[in-house]
């Protein structure tokens, strides 16, 4: 059974920064289909980042620049490294893991895995 567990959440202000990070075990899929989702009170969940084995990567526009994602094989883990912090990313984030078709980006029907997430708050 597969299970995802964020990490890493926090209050921090404006400018600062933050690594996200989600364990992955149990997981029998060759290679890895990661990403970062977010959502915010009164909005739907979207899509931050997105990393597979074939080491394509895709951001969000709003988060690019600022963000990273990054897979450590030997330790299943997928990060998220959060800098220059604003006040609308403030949100639930959520790493997912996609077992069957991999998308090119964070599409949220393509993932099967959900962990529970983890909060981030951004101060102004």
């Known amino acids: 059974q597969v299970q995802l567990v964020e990490s890493g959440g926090g209050s921090v202000q404006a400018g600062g920064t933050l690594r996200l990070a989600c364990v992955v075990t149990g997981s029998s899929r060759r290679g890895y289909c990661m990403a970062w989702f977010r959502q915010s009170p009164g909005k739907e969940r979207e899509g931050v980042a997105a990393i597979n084995d074939l080491r394509n990567i895709w951001y969000a526009e709003a988060v690019k620049g600022r963000f990273t994602i990054s897979y450590d094989i030997p330790k299943n883990t997928l990060y998220l490294q959060m800098n220059s912090l604003k006040p609308e990313d403030t949100a639930m984030y959520y790493c997912?893991?996609?077992?069957?078709?991999?998308?090119?980006?964070?599409?949220?029907?393509?993932?099967?895995?959900w962990g529970r997430g983890t909060q981030v708050t951004v101060s102004s």
């Open positions: 997912a893991s996609a077992v069957r078709d991999c998308p090119s980006r964070a599409v949220e029907s393509f993932y099967d895995h």
